[in-house]
């Protein structure tokens, strides 16, 4: 089960909305920082760009790969651990607007994670160290640390421990 915090919205839906959720100013901020960073070809500037102007946990020696999207309005509940590969085209969400509410919820990617090409990653889910996520894979509940999991839905493939190595 996904960790979300739930927020009821009366009226119009909570899309229709958006500016009484979060700043117009943040979101403006958000879009400019994070269209940058997803062409920015140096490693070590995008994770700056992350950590400094949308307050995102980002390990050393992650790499976010060429057209990632971050969440736009809430991109300071992603947590991404050390020696993490985010895979081209993801996209990492910490919000989901529904008809008559909203959600919000941390994503934490633990250290040694693989995010393959084109994946979306659902708020409120943890992926445990050293998990691999296939490309294209929407990733809608936790990955047990070690894990090898693809598909929509998401199914586990293969376990395996904190290092990645299968299990028997």
Known sequence: MR???RYPVHGANPLWQLYRTVS?????KNFIVIQLARYIPFLSW???LYRTFLRMEVGP?????LMVMMDIMFPELIKIGRNCVIGYNTTILAHEYLVEE???GE?????GVLVGANSTILPGVTIGKGAIVAAGT?????VPPGAFVGGNPMQVIRNGNATGDEQE
């Open 61 to 65: 020696q992650s790499a976010v790969a």
């Open 3 to 5: 960790k979300t915090t």
């Open 46 to 48: 995008k994770n700056w």
């Open 24 to 28: 117009f100013w943040k979101v403006m």
């Open 102 to 104: 909203y959600r919000l």
């Open 138 to 142: 929407v990733v809608h509940k936790d």
């Open 107 to 111: 994503v934490r990617i633990e250290d």
